[in-house]
Nanobody
Framework: QVQLVESGGGLVQPGGSLRLSCAASGSIANINVMGWYRQAPGNERELVARIFNGGNSTNYADSVKGRFTISRDNAKNTVYLQMNSLKPEDTAVYYC????????WGQGTQVTVSS
């Protein structure tokens, strides 16, 4: 059983940047898809970005395209989400998810974008 732990959240001003990290307790080399999701109060959890193993192809939500970048380092068993040009509407709890034969979720990290 792989456990995922997110870190890097916090309070940032609009236009600022944060980098989220998702550290796995075991190897992610066999986890086909790693992704970041977010959930704002009163909203459903939504996909932000995901990255596939092997060729490292990626998908992004339209709302974050051009601002966020997902990457994975299988050697470090870590997935990253670089978030630039942050907006107040990016405020949410951000969750890491891994999908192979089963699903793994982290506990989430709060990101607040506010002046």
């Amino acid at each position: 059983q792989v456990q995922l732990v997110e870190s890097g959240g916090g309070l940032v001003q609009p236009g600022g940047s944060l980098r989220l990290s998702c550290a796995a307790s075991g190897s992610i080399a066999n986890i086909n898809v790693m992704g970041w999701y977010r959930q704002a109060p009163g909203n459903e959890r939504e996909l932000v970005a995901r990255i596939f193993n092997g060729g490292n192809s990626t998908n992004y939500a339209d709302s974050v395209k051009g601002r966020f970048t997902i990457s994975r380092d299988n050697a470090k068993n870590t997935v990253y989400l670089q978030m630039n040009s942050l907006k107040p509407e990016d405020t949410a709890v951000y969750y890491c998810k891994g999908v192979s034969n089963t699903e793994y979720w982290g506990q989430g990290t709060q990101v607040t974008v506010s002046s």
